[in-house]
């Protein structure tokens, strides 16, 4: 059966992790809903980081009652928060980049301080990694983040066509075995999802240490039409560039040397 033949997948992997601290459990209560983001499907993704709807309300109420996680909101916004400023009062039409599953959410944190005209929608299903995340907001909040704890592929589904500048999928589970390579985020049809979403000439960045994993994707990406690597030399995939920090994942370096690809939206 090829790629495109497959139905629809389930999200596999961790939702949780170890007991949350009173602290740690605090964030999820308080904080996160302050970042969460509510998908309005078709509407365009920079809506989601305008400021709420009278304002902003200090330790409202309002706050408290907000998701902890992904969700469908009514008007498509964000719950109303105490972010001292928001990333695009003026409306929409701004860049927005998407990270498929953040981690522990360094890159995520760094790509939204460096870009703060960008918004930076994060998915992460794993609790704990959205806790790590929380916890760098908490001392330093930053107003172009926003995070869904759930399936990336919702988000994707929701997007309107040509919407994204930027997507990173970095070091996703490279399901080694045979069996679970159906698992594997990147597949045709996702990459099919991922061209309409994509603007003409956005990036896709993927990094991994599994080898397996990178001549899987390598395979697929030149294989689909709607993408081409825009590597020129050894160099390019095998060092990671300036603007792209280090995560403790990639540091771990479990299965072995990092490799840095990049492909362009054609």
């Known amino acids: 059966m090829s790629d495109a033949q497959h139905p629809q997948r389930k999200l596999y ?18 904080l996160l809903p302050r970042f969460a983001l509510h998908l309005n499907a078709g509407a365009d993704p920079s809506s989601y980081f305008l400021p709420p709807p009278g304002g902003e309300v200090e330790n409202s109420q309002a706050q408290r009652s907000g998701s902890s ?17 928001q990333t695009f009062p003026q409306g ?12 522990g959410g360094e890159h995520l944190y760094w790509q939204a301080e460096h870009n703060p005209d960008v918004g930076l929608i994060g998915a992460e299903p794993y609790l704990n990694g959205v806790v790590k995340l929380l916890s ?38 490279p399901w080694p075995k045979t069996r679970h390579h159906k698992r594997r985020f990147i597949q045709m049809e996702m990459l099919d999802a991922l061209a309409r979403v994509m603007k003409p000439g956005a990036e896709l960045r993927f990094a991994s240490d599994d080898v397996g994993y990178v001549e899987w994707t390598l395979e697929r990406f030149m294989a689909h039409p709607a993408f081409a690597w825009i590597a020129t030399r050894a160099a390019d995939w095998q060092t990671r ?8 994942y990639e540091a771990k370096e479990l299965h072995g040397k990092p490799v840095f690809l990049a492909f362009s939206r054609v």
């Open 13 to 30: 992997g961790r939702r949780k992790g170890p007991k949350l601290s009173a602290h740690q459990q605090y964030l999820i209560d308080d």
């Open 69 to 85: 996680g992904g969700g469908i909101a009514i008007d498509g916004r964000p719950p109303p928060g105490s972010l001292r400023s």
């Open 92 to 103: 929409g039409g701004k860049q927005v980049w998407l990270e498929v599953g953040f981690g």
């Open 136 to 173: 760098k907001l908490a001392p330093a909040p930053l107003s172009n983040i926003r995070t869904y704890m759930g399936d990336a592929r919702e988000i994707i589904d929701a997007l309107p066509d040509a919407s994204l500048g930027r997507v990173f999928i970095l070091f996703p589970d």
């Open 241 to 248: 560039p300036a603007d792209w920090p280090t995560t403790r």
